[in-house]
């Protein structure tokens, strides 16, 4: 697949990549464990934003279903490590 | 080049720069609530740009004749649903189980939230 580098979409796409590189630094420094959750989901929203982005540069409606579940699932795995964290039982 | 486009550009724009800032800001703050209010408001509205140009994509090229990317806006309207829905309560979550798990707010003088817990365990 060749990409176009001069359309809008996959530009923003690309520069999503790298907001998603410098969250990730926060989740290998991370003092505490929150904070590394915290830079999870962040990374989470983004490929959700991204997936959108790429879905509509190759004007393919299947990317933004999968973005859809992707959100769903991220949510509860928030929460799962949320509710971990807080030393309730799961 | 239509006006369409341009206003397509700015919305991507405006998306762009404020994840990059939630990025930004997740790297410079100092402890876990700071960066949770730049990680996830910020990652929420850009976000919402994003999706709003995309949904003007859509609209732009069904109105053009490419009557079945139509489909592409309505997809990205449930997809931004679940995002401005899943975001801030999963942030909420995350945030309730720092406090608990005794992490406390950097550089921070009033707490509330542990006043009222202390308030609770004596009753």
């Known amino acids: 697949m060749i990409m176009d580098f001069t359309d809008p979409f996959i530009l923003t796409f690309l520069l999503l990549l790298v907001c998603m590189l410098v969250a990730m630094i926060r989740v290998l420094l991370g003092p505490t464990t929150p904070d590394r959750v915290v830079g999870l989901d962040t990374i989470n929203t983004l490929v959700i934003a991204a997936m959108i982005i790429y879905g509509a540069a190759f004007d393919e409606v299947i990317y933004i279903d999968v973005a859809i579940v992707y959100a ?16 309730g039982r799961l | 080049m239509t006006y369409v486009e341009w206003v397509i550009y700015v919305f ?6 404020f994840n990059f800032l939630a990025s930004v800001g997740l790297m410079r703050f100092p402890d876990v609530y700071t ?7 910020c990652t929420t509205f850009g ?17 053009e004749g490419d009557t079945a990317l139509i489909s592409l806006s309505i997809h990205t309207f449930i997809a931004l649903v679940a995002i401005m829905l899943t975001n801030p309560t999963g942030a909420h979550a995350i945030a309730r189980a720092a406090h608990r798990s005794g992490i406390k707010p950097a550089m921070a003088v009033v707490d509330d939230l542990e006043e009222k817990e202390e308030e609770n365990d004596n009753d």
């Not at chain 1, 699932?73 to 807080?86: D, M, N, Q, R, V």
């Open chain 2, 47 to 63: 976000s919402i740009f994003l999706s709003i140009a995309v949904m003007i994509y859509g609209v732009w090229k069904y109105r």
């Open chain 2, 12 to 17: 991507l724009g405006v998306g762009l720069v």
């Open chain 2, 35 to 41: 960066r949770l209010h730049a990680g996830t408001k």
């Open chain 1, 72 to 87: 769903l699932l991220s949510f509860i795995t928030t929460l799962f490590i949320a509710k971990y964290l807080e030393g």
